[in-house]
């Protein structure tokens, strides 16, 4: 029977056992931290790329009719919200109100710019309601995950174990302790870590994701000491095979 060093087994079970506090999100006892809290709930601000659903409601459907999306037949019309893509330059065009900038805006302040547009469009004695919402966020997940790549999920609000979730979940190898998150904004991009094994990771500002975020799941350094031996064990099984097919054959 061939027999591989003992070193070389105990350096493989060292590299190949993860602790299982390692593998376990959110455990521990949370700490509060009120200025993180606050941290997380300052609204998004839209970006160039980002696709925002506009909606406009009122007595008068006829009026409001050009600002909204058709469908179906002309016995069944249905009218739904249009989405509007961000330009290169922060704009949306919009019917009769042309371009607007709203790079750098959150959604309720965008809302409050085509309302005052609005006043020189609709008379007074009528009414009428707009909603701006984002829709869908988009991040990009990499590293070790399931299913990498960009993906899109249609929520105003997304947490980081959510868009993991999506992505089918971070394998054994993947290192939880360590998550990095870039951030692109138009005030500056940065790269934030985060450890989502720990109950404290709720109090983080990147534990709700924005779009365009791009998050990096690291390889554990057990995985990177397996792949480092993969040679290693793979010389050592030759010279054994070697070294058996010479003992059998002398033995012929």
């Known amino acids: 029977m061939r027999k591989i060093p003992l070193f070389l087994v105990l350096i493989f079970l060292f590299s190949s056992c993860v602790p299982t506090k390692d593998l376990i999100y959110l455990s521990g006892t949370p700490k509060e931290n009120k200025e993180i809290h606050k941290i997380n709930t300052n609204p998004y601000k839209l970006q160039v790329g980002d696709n925002i659903s506009i909606d406009v409601t009122s007595d008068n459907v006829n009026l409001v ?26 704009n949306i065009r919009m019917p009769i109100l042309g371009e607007i900038n709203v790079l750098g805006y959150t959604t309720k302040e965008v809302r409050v710019k085509i309302e005052e547009k609005f006043a020189n469009y609709f008379m007074k004695e009528d009414s009428y309601f707009v909603s701006v919402k984002l829709d869908g966020i988009k991040y990009t997940i990499m590293g070790e995950i399931n299913s990498p790549g960009p993906k899109v999920v249609y929520q105003n609000q997304l947490s980081i174990l959510d868009a993991i979730t999506f992505s089918g979940d971070i394998p054994i190898s993947g290192d939880k302790k360590n998550v990095e998150v870039i951030r692109i904004s138009p005030n500056g991009n940065k790269k934030v870590t985060i450890d989502l094994t720990s109950i404290n990771a709720l109090n983080s500002e990147i534990f709700f ?16 000491l397996t792949e480092g ?24």
């Open 65 to 90: 009719a050009v600002f909204l999306k058709s469908s179906g037949s002309l016995s069944e019309k249905t009218s739904s919200p249009v989405i509007y893509s961000i330009d290169v330059n922060g």
């Open 209 to 224: 994701i924005q779009n365009n975020d791009y998050i990096n799941i690291k390889a554990l350094r057990q995985k990177s």
């Open 229 to 252: 031996l993969k040679p290693i064990t793979g010389i050592v099984s030759l010279i054994s095979l070697l070294t058996t097919t010479i003992l059998i054959l002398r033995g012929l």
